[in-house]
């Protein structure tokens, strides 16, 4: 017999700078073990915006699992804006070389339906297109 399941949450947080608050007390789990755990795992993803989904037990105890980042915020960070253009079709706001679109895509291979990396940087230059980011060949 397993524990018993209180809830599962899906939430973004900070890699690497989990603090607890509001938002975890939601997921009614020892936060401050969730946060060290949590943080020693996406360390080296500061500054990036983490999907976690918490499986919280009526023990308080929980398992996570860490998804990848999502696209808008890769494509803003490899082509060095802060938000998407308010019309992409006219405004063109940012560039993406060829090879880091192919970085996102590999990186995001796991969450996306794609079979393999070409299709996937299908997806992810609609992405980056309609954000108003143009790919430019290396």
């Known amino acids: 017999m397993g524990k018993r399941i209180a ?4 939430m973004e947080l900070p890699g690497g700078e989990a603090k607890p608050g509001p938002k975890l007390a939601s997921a009614g789990i020892l936060m401050p073990k969730f946060c060290t755990d949590f943080n020693a795992k996406t360390a080296d993803k500061k500054g990036e915006v983490i999907p976690v989904i918490i499986t919280a037990y009526e023990d308080k105890s929980f398992d996570f699992v860490i998804k990848t980042s999502p696209v808008t915020g890769l494509i803003k960070k490899a082509a060095g804006i802060e938000k ?3 019309n992409a079709k006219t405004t063109k706001i940012g560039k993406l070389k060829r090879s880091d ?12 339906n794609a079979y393999d990396v070409e299709s996937a940087m299908k997806i992810i230059e609609g ?3 309609n954000m108003g980011v143009t790919i430019d060949e290396d």
């Not at 809830?7 to 899906?10: A, Y």
């Not at 679109?101 to 996306?112: H, N």
Request: charged share 35%.
């Open 84 to 86: 998407g253009s308010n």
């Open 7 to 10: 809830k599962v949450v899906k």
């Open 127 to 129: 992405s980056a297109r």
């Open 101 to 112: 679109l192919k970085k996102i895509a590999e990186y995001k291979m796991p969450d996306l």
